[in-house]
């Protein structure tokens, strides 16, 4: 069954390259967008045909909606994929593409929308009866009501953006004394990053793991989970280390934050993939957000439920129903992702963009490579460090971490710092090991090159 005729992927990277896979198994032809810099990318290779869509920043490229939707038109694509990133949350851009007849790989515009304020979207949360952390309902008004909240919430405390993502403009407060700055510095980043000055307040947990669920449902009413993630290991907030399943989960936790990922879903009419993540500390869980795309982690939730993501999302936009229920979905074996960005690790993630002179990709059972990088190929600066997601199945955990280890050592990546010696480190680390790891496991645990 062909669902459509042509897709255009909106992205770039290994991203791009993943989307183009799983269309051209569905016998789908691809359109690539690319900007000046990436003229020789491997995505651009990749896809059927491809169109230049403008200069290197992003602004000018892959963020150019109206150009996009263009190209999109021009070259006969019927539905356009985001990928993550860059307009995959952007719910005027689902909208722009509903108004000129291109289906939107995705969820509706309006769910996207709705999950787009973290605000929001702990409002719905707490609603339909899903634990939330405490927080100031409506965002910070005045420094004496924040002050108040904060008092009873109890320290510390975080700011958040409530439009933010990737991390950013967040801070950590530990007292009274440090509230009024965090609050001017979090609105002042907020308004610039993401047009929307508005922050809030929520109860700051100090060594919580983060713990999300994949979610899946059609536009008929079908919803299921693919399990659960543990994406603890981070830099700057940032995920660097992600696996499924999460192990320390128990069959009846698994039960209560699946049910409530369900409900997150149906509460907000949520279809086609998304994710809802949430974090845990002492037996206790709280939903955090949910992620309206296709995440980098959605590998390993493929890895060890045999589910392609992405030729379930292209499903679910054509109008199919899901072809599974939630028994015919079952977990085999333990998976883990890491995620090899061009960066020095030494040098507090220190972005090293160039050249790659020297290039060998692993290989052999269970390893799993999704990377948009060659010999020769240069990292280009203004876009994400992310170059390569290394991931490995095992029967076993332990099984999955002794892949990853034999695979990191036959990854040879030459001419830009990375990511990878530090991934070596971490998966002969015992706490790692024994499953041992909380959102401040990079800081804590020192863990070095070797
Ligand atoms: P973003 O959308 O910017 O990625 P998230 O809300 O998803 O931000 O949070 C990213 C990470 O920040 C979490 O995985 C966690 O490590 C940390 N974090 C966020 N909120 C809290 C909190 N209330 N307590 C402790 N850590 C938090």
Same mark, same amino acid.
């Given at each position: 069954m062909t669902y459509f005729e042509r897709v255009l992927v909106a992205n770039r990277g290994e991203i791009a390259i993943r989307v183009m896979r799983a269309c051209r198994e569905m016998g789908i032809e691809t359109v690539a967008i690319y900007s000046e810099p990436d003229k020789h990318s491997l995505h651009v290779k990749y896809a059927d045909e491809s169109f230049l869509v403008g200069e290197a920043h992003p602004s000018k490229s892959y963020l150019n909606q109206e150009r996009i939707i263009d190209i999109a038109k021009k070259s006969g694509a019927e539905a356009i994929h985001p990928g993550y990133g860059f307009l995959a949350e952007n719910?005027?851009?689902?909208?722009? $593409? @509903?108004?000129?007849?291109?289906?939107?790989?995705?969820?509706?515009?309006?769910?996207? %929308?709705? +999950?787009?304020?973290?605000?929001?979207?702990?409002?719905? +949360?707490?609603?339909?009866?899903?634990?939330?952390?405490?927080?100031?309902?409506?965002?910070?008004?005045?420094?004496?009501?924040?002050?108040r909240i904060s008092a009873d919430i109890g320290y510390p405390v975080i700011v958040k953006a409530s439009a933010g993502g990737g991390g950013i403009g967040m801070q950590i407060v530990e007292d009274e004394a440090g509230l009024e700055e965090a609050i001017e510095k979090g609105m002042r980043i907020a308004a610039s990053a993401f047009g929307d000055?508005? !922050?809030?307040?929520?109860?700051?947990?100090?060594?919580?793991?983060?713990?999300?669920?994949? !979610?899946?449902?059609?536009?008929?009413?079908?919803?299921?989970h693919l399990y659960d993630r543990e994406c603890s290991i981070q830099r700057r907030h940032q995920k660097l280390v992600e696996e499924a399943p999460c192990p320390i989960m128990t069959d009846e936790l698994r039960e209560r934050m699946a049910e409530s990922a369900l409900k997150v879903?149906?509460?907000?009419?949520?279809? *086609?993939?998304?994710?809802?993540?949430?974090?845990?500390?002492?037996? %206790?869980?709280?939903? &955090?957000? &949910? *992620?309206?795309?296709?995440?980098?982690?959605? =590998?390993?939730?493929? +890895? !060890?439920?045999?589910? @392609?993501? !992405?030729?379930?999302?292209?499903?679910?936009?054509?109008?199919?129903?899901?072809?599974?229920?939630? @028994?015919?979905?079952?977990? *085999?074996?333990?998976?883990?992702? $890491?995620?090899?960005?061009a960066e020095d690790p030494l040098n507090n993630f220190q972005a090293d963009p160039g050249k790659i002179v020297r290039y060998r990709s692993p290989g052999g059972p269970g390893i799993r490579v999704d990377s948009g990088i060659h010999m020769g190929y240069?990292?280009?600066? &203004?876009? @994400?460090? &992310?170059?390569?997601?290394? $991931?490995?199945?095992?029967? =076993?955990r332990t099984e999955s971490i002794e892949r990853m280890r034999r695979a990191i050592f036959e990854y040879v990546i030459l001419g830009v710092k990375t990511t990878l010696p530090l991934h070596h480190a971490i998966m002969n680390n015992r706490h790692f090991i024994a499953g041992d790891t909380h959102t401040h496991f990079l800081q804590e645990e020192h863990v070095k090159e070797n």
């Open positions: 719910s005027g851009f689902a909208h722009r $593409c @509903d108004e000129e007849g291109l289906t939107f790989i995705g969820p509706s515009w309006k769910s996207i %929308e709705a +999950m787009g304020s973290k605000l929001g979207s702990k409002h719905m +949360m707490e609603e339909a009866g899903v634990p939330v952390l405490p927080y100031t309902p409506d965002g910070v008004t005045t420094l004496d009501e924040a002050k000055s508005t !922050v809030f307040i929520e109860k700051y947990l100090v060594k919580p793991r983060h713990i999300e669920f994949q !979610v899946l449902a059609d536009q008929h009413g079908n919803r299921v879903t149906e509460a907000s009419g949520y279809y *086609n993939a998304g994710t809802v993540e949430f974090l845990y500390a002492n037996g %206790e869980y709280y939903f &955090m957000e &949910m *992620n309206t795309r296709l995440q980098v982690e959605h =590998t390993v939730t493929e +890895m !060890v439920t045999g589910i @392609d993501l !992405v030729r379930q999302q292209i499903a679910v936009a054509a109008g199919e129903e899901l072809s599974f229920a939630q @028994d015919d979905i079952t977990l *085999n074996g333990h998976a883990i992702e $890491c995620r090899i960005n240069s990292i280009p600066p &203004m876009y @994400d460090s &992310m170059i390569s997601k290394l $991931c490995g199945w095992g029967r =076993t």
